[in-house]
Each structure stands twice: as C-alpha cells, then as structure tokens.
C-alpha cells in the first residue's frame, strides 16, 4: 500500500464517531448474502499474529481477509524472533516491508502494538489486548444494529467483570444517542476507573448513559439486550481463591427475563455453561450468541477494508 493510506485501530479512541458508526454500518452490509464477498483487498497480503489462544477472532480475520481478495500469513507465540530477542520496533519495519495488515491478539499492553504500529506501511489492527478489544465491540454494534435496526435508544445489561471486551462495549456504546448502558459487575471486579471515566464522558457528549453497580440488586427492568462474557478472561487469572464465590449472584439465568421479557441474549464466547450463563439462556429462543459469533467475520471484513483504505 502506498505510505499514508493506512489507518490503525489499536483502540476505539482511534475512531471517530462518525468512523465508528460507518465500520458498524459497512459490517451490517456485509452481513447481507450479497455482500459476504469482495475483491477489496486484492493483491494485499495479510499477517495473522496470535500469542494467546482464539477459535473466533483469528478465524474471523483469516476467513475475511481470504473473502475480501487478501493472502494471508499465519504466526503463532514461538514462530518470530521476538522470542530470541529481536525489538518489536525492528520487528514491525520488517513485516511491514512484506505485510501490508497484521491482526495482533496479544492480551498484554497495548503500547507493544503502538510500536508494531509505529512504521508507515503496515496497517496493525487489535484484535485484543489486556485493556480492550474494540473489534469485538465492533461486531456486537452490528449485531444490534442487525437485530434492531438501529443502535440509539437501546437499553443494554452487561453482567459479569470488566474485562476488556466490557471496556470496548461501554467505549462504543456510549457513543450513541438515547443508549442506556447498564453494567452490573462483582466487587472488585469492574470496569477499570479511566475507562467507565472515558465511558461516561462519551455519554454526556452523545446524550447517552452509563451506570455501573456491583450487585445484581435492583437491576432495572425493560432491556432491550443482556450481555456477559465468561468469567476467565483469556490470558488473566485471579489471585483471589473465593473469586468464583464473588462471581456466582452475577450468572444470567432466566430470571433476568421477568423484567425484559423481550430482550436477546448476547455472549461473546466461548461461554461456560452453569458458570457465566445457563444452558436455558444460551441455547435458548432469547439468545444471539453464535449469530454474534458469525457477525465476528463481517465486522472484520470491515475493519480489513477500512484499515487498508479500501472500503
């Protein structure tokens, strides 16, 4: 790609409203049987870099970039010099002399893809990170905007911790008008005090909410979608042994439905079934989840296309 064309996503705060609301948009139309293929990536090559484990995400990427036209090259934790102890600044100027998009899933600090991304040809793209996973939120905006035609004035129930896929959600979110975003979280366990600060100046900017509370109790009712994630963030562990003690009031069972009897059921996977939600819940009438799986692909087709200038 010719330097300048590139554009990084390393985090929702490299995109602008009016960037965002576009990616989420294009991921839609690219749900539609018409559009799940392309050529707008022909001729590019694509780098897919994964230190930690994934079944959706590194799909979700390889398969796009393959329908947009891409090739692509595969890495895995032990197959760069990295590991012999080549910088990451060397090793981004290098792949970026081959590469044209590298996919980064790295579940540490953000600041390594900063330098990966510090080179003028290779677009580097976040596909998580220990703070946030903002392709993730990309494609949960596209499947609400998918399932209701729209995004604004939505009422959203996050429950379980504030993992990085909760920060993405209530940073995107909140970026949109009338949307009440309500995150129910376990002692100790929430969103990271910047970002719910980030949130909810977003919030007030777009004219939308966002709360946070740490008990189940009181939980407002008229939701228009629940969310949890499972309770073992890939990459972490919990140095309290009673964590699970702690997360246990916070399990979506059916109950959550008395209140919003018409709201669907989003879950990132991969879920635990009796842990974070019910078996009745997710592979149940209510539930989006593997549809959310799906738009994974889509959202990724996008984000491709528009890091590479080419949507």
């Not at 997710?282 to 593997?290: K, Q, T, V």
Request: aromatic residues 6%.
């Amino acid at each position: 790609m010719n330097a300048g064309a590139i554009r990084h996503l390393i985090s929702t705060h490299d995109l602008t409203d009016g960037e965002l609301t576009s990616l989420v948009e294009r991921g839609a139309e690219f749900s539609s049987s018409s559009l799940r293929s392309g050529e707008q990536l022909s001729g590019l090559v694509a780098g897919i870099y994964f230190l930690k484990t994934s079944t959706r995400t590194r799909t979700s990427f390889s398969a796009a970039a393959l329908r947009l036209g891409a090739q692509i090259v595969s890495f895995g934790p032990d197959d760069l010099q990295t590991n012999t102890g080549e910088t990451l600044k060397d090793t981004g100027e290098v792949l970026s002399r081959m590469l044209d998009l590298l996919v980064v899933r790295t579940a540490g600090d953000p600041a390594d893809l900063r330098v990966l991304a510090s080179q003028h040809r290779m677009a580097v793209i976040n596909a998580m990170t220990a703070d946030e996973h903002p392709t993730q939120a990309v494609a949960d905006l596209v499947t609400l905007l998918c399932h209701f035609g729209r995004i604004e004035d939505l009422r959203i129930c996050y429950v379980g911790e504030g993992n990085n896929t909760a920060a993405a959600l209530a940073l995107t979110l909140s970026r949109f008008k009338g949307v009440h975003l309500e995150l129910r979280t376990p002692p100790g366990y929430g969103l990271d005090a910047l970002v719910l600060r980030d949130a909810v100046a977003n919030a007030s900017n777009s004219g939308a909410t966002v709360v946070e509370f740490h008990t189940m109790d009181g939980a407002a009712d008229g939701f228009d979608a629940i969310y949890t994630t499972r309770w073992q963030t890939t990459g972490t562990s919990k140095p309290d042994p009673d964590w699970r003690n702690v997360f246990a009031p916070f399990q979506v069972t059916s109950a959550l439905w008395d209140k919003s009897p018409n709201a669907v059921f989003l879950h990132d996977l991969p879920a635990h079934r009796g842990e974070d939600v019910i078996a009745e819940v997710l592979d149940g009438p209510h539930s989006l989840a593997f549809v959310q799986a799906e738009n994974k692909m889509y959202a990724a087709m996008a984000v491709l296309a528009w890091c590479a200038n080419r949507h």
